[in-house]
């Protein structure tokens, strides 16, 4: 049906249709509320249930060097917004929607690719959390790192206009 040029494996010559981009958006919605959502309360739990069953409720003291290590991870999980904002920028450039056909459209999978990176990206905040609940932080504390996560899903999902100008093409109004 839509046959790929020859120069570059991840272009295609001809726009998916409304149907196909309409699935195909909707599908980096929900892999991103997982990743960003779903993810980091199962990390939240499994924090708890780590520290309550084989810490046995039990965490290291948070001494001056240890608090160092929580601004720290906490500077990188902030510096995260930026950077995950600059490279949804540089991978995900819209086409012009002026008519004429554009010589490289994207794939859907080179795009949910892109997705899953800046996705992947967001939730590391959870993680870096994750980390510090275990060297002796505070359940607030790891709740704030999930929270940025939260926020960079935010700043990157796709709304329907931009997703859809990726291919350079238009939504259907219904």
């Given at each position: 049906m839509l046959a790929p040029q020859t120069s570059e494996p991840a272009t295609w010559t001809?726009?998916?249709?409304?149907?196909?981009?309409?699935?195909?958006?909707?599908?980096?919605?929900?892999?991103?509320?997982?990743?960003?959502?779903?993810?980091?309360i199962v990390v939240i739990l499994a924090g708890l249930g780590v520290?309550?069953?084989?810490?046995?409720?039990?965490?290291?003291?948070?001494?001056d060097q240890t608090r160092i290590m929580f601004y720290a991870l906490l500077f990188?999980?902030?510096?995260?917004?930026?950077?995950?904002?600059?490279?949804k920028k540089l991978f995900l450039k819209p086409l012009p929607t002026t008519g004429e056909p554009s010589e490289s459209i994207p794939t859907?999978?080179?795009?949910?690719?892109?997705?899953?990176?800046?996705?992947?990206?967001?939730?590391?905040?959870?993680?870096?959390?994750?980390?510090?609940y275990f060297l002796g932080g505070e359940l607030k504390e790891f709740v704030l790192f999930a929270v940025i996560s939260l926020i960079i899903f935010r700043l990157i999902r796709p709304s329907a206009d931009f997703f859809y100008s990726l291919f350079g093409a238009r939504p259907a109004v219904e």
């Open positions: 001809v726009v998916p249709n409304q149907t196909q981009l309409g699935e195909a958006h909707m599908k980096v919605i929900y892999m991103g509320l997982i990743l960003n959502m779903l993810l980091p520290r309550h069953f084989v810490q046995a409720g039990e965490a290291g003291p948070v001494t990188v999980a902030v510096s995260e917004i930026g950077v995950t904002i600059f490279l859907i999978a080179f795009i949910q690719s892109r997705y899953l990176i800046l996705y992947n990206l967001a939730f590391a905040p959870a993680i870096y959390g994750f980390v510090w």
